[in-house]
């Protein structure tokens, strides 16, 4: 079946310091994947996606490359912000019409 | 960017009695919506999916005779908590879509504890 593991928070980092938050998968065929990130008192919000493998998407200076021999997803930012703090899930999703979250990874940035 | 909204943001309610949450996307045309429920530090489970006009269709486990869900337009889709016990206090949330896109637009969520 299909499943997604994220390592568990939270992750507390300095401003400015790199970060990575490891997400890998379990799944029966093809799936896209997806780094989602919920602020406080928000709903969870699209970051990036991928949709085949080597596939990187890139967005707000975070990263994932969708790596098919390691089934890993794992988000990454070079130079992390207060205005990161959040908690950031992975999901994948093969049709578009069903979506496996992993359990989110809660990131506190401090000034 | 699309926007869907949750109605109550958070609901008391004592044991053995219904509670209802709305889920609307407030501007674009949800033909599919999404129930999910989170538990604490755990990752957000699919309860079902709801098409425009058509029974949902429940994942493996949740009862549907208790998660009774409604969408009967466009902007708005309905989960009712029948019976509510004390093991349905949970945080839900509520994502919809247009036609086969990828993209989902998720509310903020509802946190029901039933006492």
């Known amino acids: 079946g299909n499943s997604v593991t994220q390592m568990e928070g939270p992750v507390t980092l300095s401003e400015e310091a790199f970060l990575t938050i490891n997400c890998t998968y379990t799944?029966?065929?093809?799936?896209?994947l997806f780094w989602y990130v919920q602020y406080p008192g928000e709903g969870l919000q699209l970051l990036l996606k991928?949709?085949?493998?080597?596939d990187k998407g890139s967005n707000k200076g975070f990263e994932a490359t969708y790596r098919k021999e390691t089934t890993s997803f794992h988000l990454e930012k070079g130079s992390v912000q207060v205005s990161d703090s959040a908690v950031y899930f992975c999901?994948?999703?093969?049709?578009?019409?069903?979506?496996?979250f992993g359990s989110g990874t809660k990131l506190n940035v401090k000034p | 960017g699309a926007v869907v909204s949750q109605h109550p943001s958070w609901v008391i309610c004592k044991s053995g009695t219904s509670v209802k949450i709305e889920c609307r996307s407030l501007?674009?045309?949800?033909?599919?919506m999404f129930w999910y429920r989170q538990f604490p530090k755990q990752s957000l489970m699919l309860m079902a999916t709801?098409?425009?006009?058509?029974?949902?269709?429940?994942e493996q486990g949740v009862e549907k005779d208790k998660f009774l869900i409604n969408h009967a337009s466009l902007t708005l889709s309905t989960l009712t908590v029948t019976s509510a016990h004390p093991e349905d206090s949970s945080f839900y949330i509520c994502?919809?879509?247009?036609?086969?896109?990828?993209?989902?637009?998720f509310g903020p969520g509802t946190r029901l504890t039933v006492t």
């Open positions: 994502s919809a879509k247009q036609g086969s896109s990828y993209e989902q637009y």
């Open positions: 799944a029966t065929g093809y799936p896209s």
């Open positions: 991928a949709t085949k493998a080597d």
């Open positions: 999901a994948l999703s093969d049709n578009f019409n069903k979506f496996y």
């Open positions: 501007d674009f045309q949800a033909t599919t």
């Open positions: 709801s098409n425009e006009g058509s029974k949902a269709t429940y």
